[in-house]
């Protein structure tokens, strides 16, 4: 079984300006694979939590730096 070696991940902005998450993941086995993940506009009680910050300096306070 393989077993993540690393983790790195950026805010960027997706296609309609909103800040998002670019994630790279690393393997011990060598695979490597990288996906940006946009927020969707549903917004049902079955869909994923999104951590925004709030700040009003942020990018439209909607920024993803939550740590």
Do not use: F, Y
């Not at 946009?38 to 730096?65: F, I, Q, V």
């Amino acid at each position: 079984m393989a077993i993540i070696q690393a983790i790195n991940a950026w805010e960027i902005l997706d296609s309609r300006g909103q800040p998002t998450v670019l994630a790279n993941v690393q393997l011990n086995n060598g695979v490597r694979t990288v996906a940006a993940v946009p927020s969707g506009a549903s917004t049902g009680e079955h869909e994923a939590l999104e951590l925004r910050m709030g700040m009003p300096t942020a990018t439209w306070a909607k920024a993803c730096s939550k740590r």
